[in-house]
């Protein structure tokens, strides 16, 4: 086969439990076997922390068949990662990919890490440490009646209970002295413009999708997410950092704490994850541009799909 492009990026993007990890190696696979080596990036927010191999259901080694992936459990639960973080790191890995002759393929369901990669990301200044302090020691009615103050636009387009949109929006406003808006208006470190996406959107049937959920958190129970979870709490980590408010970890927390029943663990964990694909739907379908092809995993032939990396 013909190389590529040079700056060729596969991205496979879809909810959780939708089959979008094992369509990436099957990819590189295939693309293995034509004689081009491929990489599969993790672009899922929680699969990039070492600490949840368990719940946020990262390959393993036996699914990767020998295809190397990267940015999979690379970052401690102590340190987050943010969209920019994700994006800075992703940025150098596909540079080196392209360097080496090595097809990059993007794999995961957060929208804000893929969007960050492709469009940018507003230059917001550094928060004011003084300012940072202060908001987060309001309580989140507090923080909203003082964003409803100083930036109405914004305190309208969020839910009253969203304390941590509502604190980054408050500590922008009166850091910078300027709203959220203004900085959002403009957006830099985006790669779409120079790179060659091939882009595929999984779109399965939706109650599949939730049964899938159901039936592997119930597996993730019975397969090592208590003692993942045991082994988080024992590291008396800020309660507010990511690695703690992923999927699955409050409600095993609070199964180990012996506030709730295993049974009730279970109906939450399945609840939470439902929530989170259904809120992954609505992203894909809607945010993502329309151009991009969306189909379902048993409709996807992958040399047809991905033509360009294949093209001769």
């Not at 390959?59 to 987050?80: C, I, K, N, Q, Y």
């Amino acid at each position: 086969m013909a190389n590529p492009p040079r700056n060729s990026v596969a991205l496979i993007a879809g909810p959780t439990a939708s089959g979008k990890s094992d369509l990436a190696v099957k990819l590189a696979v295939a693309l293995r076997e034509e004689g081009q080596p491929a990489e599969v990036i993790n672009a899922d927010s929680a699969q990039v922390y070492a600490d949840l191999r368990i719940l946020s259901a990262r390959p393993a080694d036996a699914e990767m068949a020998g295809v190397p992936h990267t940015l999979f459990g690379e970052w401690d639960g102590s340190r987050p990662c943010s969209a920019a973080d994700w994006a800075a790191a992703t940025r150098v890995r596909i540079a080196d990919c392209h360097a080496n002759g090595v097809v990059p393929i993007l794999v995961g369901g957060t929208g804000m890490y893929i969007g960050t990669l492709l469009d940018g990301i507003s230059p917001i200044p550094p928060i004011d440490d003084g300012v940072r302090a202060e908001v987060r020691a309001m309580d989140t009615p507090a923080a909203y009646a003082a964003l409803q103050q100083e930036d109405p636009e914004r305190a309208a387009m969020l839910a009253p209970g969203d304390s941590q949109r509502i604190a980054r929006s408050l500590e922008v406003v009166r850091s910078t002295g300027k709203p959220l808006s203004h900085w959002q208006q403009v957006k830099t470190g985006g790669i779409g413009g120079a790179i060659t996406l091939c882009p595929l959107v999984l779109l399965p049937d939706r109650e599949d999708v939730y049964a899938r959920c159901d039936r592997r958190f119930a597996w993730m129970l019975d397969h090592g997410a208590l003692e993942e979870v045991e082994a988080l709490l024992a590291r008396n980590l800020d309660p507010d950092l990511p690695v703690m408010r992923a999927i699955g970890v409050p409600e095993v927390a609070a199964l180990l704490r012996g506030e709730i029943t295993r049974e009730e663990s279970l109906e939450r964990g399945q609840q939470a994850t439902r929530n989170y694909a259904k809120r992954q739907f609505t992203w894909l379908r809607n945010q993502f541009p329309q151009e991009w092809p969306r189909t379902t995993p048993e409709n996807v032939e992958i040399r047809s799909q991905f033509e360009t990396l294949f093209h001769s």
